[in-house]
């Protein structure tokens, strides 16, 4: 064991697998062929590996531009969705982050000229106006992003714009991305974790204009799934040459039920126990260092928690739609789509007095019992 191999798996070394590559084939088709007007959202549980395929993605969009495809537009743009404060989403920081990276320096500095023109008209000195404000962001943004015209734009941990806030906040965020693809001449890729399909879910139209692509953890239940994980593991310990005692291998069960099949999860185990073994003097990793640095109960159940709430959601949207079970919100609709002219219409009498009502009668407990 050397500080060489903690620092390569430090720098987030990327070792393809299937569902990665799956992934990867999906999104790249939505840059090269999907609408502008559409957002696309990836989406997966957290050590599955999104932010190594952000970066993974982004060399290869570089590398197909150096061979000359599409080498007229800007590289792809890589920004991660800051955290909330108080409740809310920061979209000044947003904005100024996505600015920087398209080239617009000291963002932070620039101050409202509309406000200093009105000032100077009345001769008020306004020559320290207010700070720009967020509409004029969002607008110096869309100007840039005409002019530079980006391959893309990934924005990463996008669960931040929608997580936990009320459903007018998060429909209000999601409209303002919408606007961005009907006006921006890009891409708009937004990476998170479950709680990112409230992107999805808002309502009609939005829906329409969000693609969700789900990355998947393996699953412990499935025979084919371990396989591929083991493959997995055995390709990253060869790749970088992680000194492993074959008893490990003789129980992967342990392995991918501690891991939770997610390869991000599972190289953050290793690369704590080769730090162990290094602080130890250890030459390789046996099945006790792998316990002892394994993640705590607490954690795995969290973070399994959570993926298989997620995964129940993902597959009941899998189905055979049949519209004769939705229901509107109303109650129960007719079903009934004969034309209204063939229909047989009857005319009923209306025996009541005048100023008399029939009432409506509600049953007010059963008086079969």
């Known amino acids: 064991m050397n500080e060489e191999l903690l620092a390569l798996m430090e720098n987030g070394v990327a070792i393809e697998h299937h569902h990665f590559r799956d992934v990867l084939s999906k999104v790249l088709r939505k840059i090269q062929h999907g609408r502008h007007d559409e957002i696309t959202s990836v989406l997966g549980p957290t050590g599955v590996g999104k932010t190594t395929l952000i970066n993974f993605l982004t060399d290869k969009l570089q590398d197909k531009q ?12 890589v920004v991660e969705a800051p955290a909330q404060t108080e409740n809310s989403f ?22 409202d000229l509309d406000h200093i023109h009105q000032g100077m008209k009345i001769g008020r000195d306004t020559r320290s106006g207010p700070k720009i404000g967020i509409a004029k962001l969002q607008d110096l943004l869309r100007k840039r992003v005409k002019a530079l015209r980006p391959i893309a734009i990934l924005v990463d941990e996008s669960q931040n714009i929608v997580e936990g806030l009320p459903d007018k906040t998060r429909k209000a965020n999601v409209n303002r991305l919408k606007t961005w693809a009907n006006t921006m001449d890009t891409r708009l890729l937004f990476f998170g974790t479950h709680e990112a399909r409230h992107l999805e879910d808002i309502n009609e139209q ?18 084919d799934e ?16 992680i000194p492993i005692d074959p008893k490990i291998n003789d129980d992967f069960g342990f ?17 704590e126990s080769i730090a ?27 973070i399994e928690q959570a993926i298989k709430d997620f995964e129940v959601y993902h597959d009941s949207n899998f189905g055979d739609f049949n519209p004769f079970l939705v229901v509107g919100m109303g109650g129960q609709e007719s079903m009934d789509y004969t034309p ?15 100023g008399t009502q029939k009432p409506k009668r509600h049953q007010v407990h059963d008086t079969q019992n």
């Open 90 to 111: 920061p979209w000044r920081e947003f904005l100024a982050d996505l600015l920087v990276e398209l080239g617009e320096d000291e963002v932070d500095s620039k101050v």
């Open 66 to 77: 150096s061979n000359g495809w599409r080498d007229h537009l800007h590289p792809p743009i």
């Open 276 to 302: 162990y073994c290094i602080d130890m003097n250890q030459k390789k990793i046996t099945p006790t260092i792998l316990r002892k640095t394994r993640f705590s109960l607490s954690r795995l159940r969290t």
């Open 226 to 241: 371990r396989r591929e994980f083991a493959t997995f593991y055995a390709s990253l310990v060869r790749h970088l040459g």
């Open 206 to 223: 939005l829906t329409r204009r969000i693609s969700p692509i789900y990355f998947p953890r393996y699953r412990c239940d499935d025979d």
């Open 340 to 354: 209204s002219s063939a229909k047989k219409v009857t005319k009923q009498r209306n025996n009541l007095k005048p």
């Open 255 to 271: 392995l991918i039920n501690h891991s939770l099949g997610c390869p991000g999860i599972l190289a953050s185990w290793l690369q």
